[in-house]
Nanobody, 126 residues
Framework: QVQLVESGGGGVQAGGSLRLSCAAS????????MGWFRQAPGKEREFVAC????????YYTDSVKGRFTISRDYAKNTVYLQMNSLKPEDTAVYYC???????????????????WGRGTQATVSS
């Protein structure tokens, strides 16, 4: 079993930055692609970014390209999402997700992931 716990959310003004962390515990060796999703009130959960098992490949949704960076630290069993130049539209609950088997990259839909964190709120004020 794998547990994912997000942290680093909070409130920030437009143009500011937040760094989200996703700490994994349990059978971390079973984690392959890791991803970040987000969900705003009244909206569907949407893909944000993912990173391959090797860490060599990353993929982002168009709306965050150039502003967000996903990375992973194997020694710490942690995945990060650095969010810069934040906009009010980025306000959402951010979820960390992990896939337990290999797959073609990228994986951009929720049903391609097996493990989920409970989310962390990021609020961007204008």
């Amino acid at each position: 079993q794998v547990q994912l716990v997000e942290s680093g959310g909070g409130g920030v003004q437009a143009g500011g930055s937040l760094r989200l962390s996703c700490a994994a515990s349990g059978r971390t060796f079973s984690m392959y692609t890791m991803g970040w999703f987000r969900q705003a009130p009244g909206k569907e959960r949407e893909f944000v970014a993912c990173i391959s098992w090797s860490g060599f490949s990353t993929y982002y949704t168009d709306s965050v390209k150039g502003r967000f960076t996903i990375s992973r630290d194997y020694a710490k069993n942690t995945v990060y999402l650095q969010m810069n130049s934040l906009k009010p539209e980025d306000t959402a609950v951010y979820y960390c997700a992990g896939r337990s088997s290999s797959s073609r990259f990228p994986t951009t839909t929720a049903n391609q992931y097996d493990y989920w964190g409970r989310g962390t709120q990021a609020t961007v004020s204008s």
